[in-house]
DNA sequence: TATATATGTTAGGCAAGACTAACATATGTA
DNA sequence: TACATATGTTAGTCTTGCCTAACATATATA
């Protein structure tokens, strides 16, 4: 199960909103995102039907097992090219997470690994 | 005038086909970016409308000055972050040219500039 | 030059992902 | 507890970007 850009950033904004508050509320997620509350409820029940999030109808809003993988997995893969940005190319911690933002999405699980290693031998260096 | 990443590949792949054969067949636009013939249609006469690209009905397609250069910057950008993610990476070619595929539509003009930086600075070390 | 093949266009449709308006339900407070 | 407000849902629409089928035109060659 793949998910595209814009289920990712409802999956992430679920994360954030349940390390804050313990669950998310429809209207925060549409907040976050800047959408409308229809979209949301659209994007639950998809959610919803894979196995993604726990929802009954009216009801609050919390990330399943599967889920929760999912989107620390995204989060994860955004704090790290956060990382990667700010220390190859100097970039501001906003500036970066607005490009980690985008890149998320899109950069292979090849080029994810090589964030890795990089990040682990300029963790090394930080050590001298 | 900024486009979307569909519209910045089309525009990519007629920069390309005029550099090897001097004009761009819908065809082969269609072929380089797997999709169907009406859908170059489609795109092309968008562009047409926009000024990016000159076109008869049935006629060959040639990017304007206006496309000419809008082209020529997604390329340049294309190219610049594949060049970054095999320095600091050190990605292969294909895996960075397949990044940079994704990257280039997406990124900030802070973050191509602080690439620019980037790529001037490695440059100067090569000549040690 | 007639015809087959290659290329381009038109028409119509589909899915994703957003929207507004209207309605349903939950919640908090007088 | 009744009612106002906050939140969630349904219904219907729009845009984008793609598709196939059918048709139109251009090109190449027998």
């Known amino acids: 199960m793949k998910f595209n850009e814009s289920m990712e950033m409802y999956l992430e904004t679920i994360l954030l909103l349940e390390e804050n508050h313990g669950h998310a509320h429809g209207v925060d997620i549409a907040k976050k995102l800047r959408v409308s509350k229809p979209s949301v409820t659209k994007a639950m029940n998809i ?10 109808t009216y009801g609050t809003i919390t990330l399943t097992k599967k ?3 999912y989107s620390k ?11 990667y940005l700010e220390k ?17 999405h899109v950069i292979s699980t090849v080029m994810l690994d090589a964030i890795k290693t990089y990040l682990e031998s300029e963790d090394k260096d930080d050590n001298y």
């Open 73 to 83: 997995k995204i989060y994860s893969t955004h704090t790290l090219i956060s990382k």
């Open 88 to 104: 190859s190319l100097g970039l501001k911690r906003i500036e970066a997470t607005k490009n980690a933002c985008k890149m998320e």
């Open 47 to 56: 959610l919803k039907e894979n196995g993604f999030v726990n929802k009954e």
């Open 67 to 69: 889920g929760l993988e």
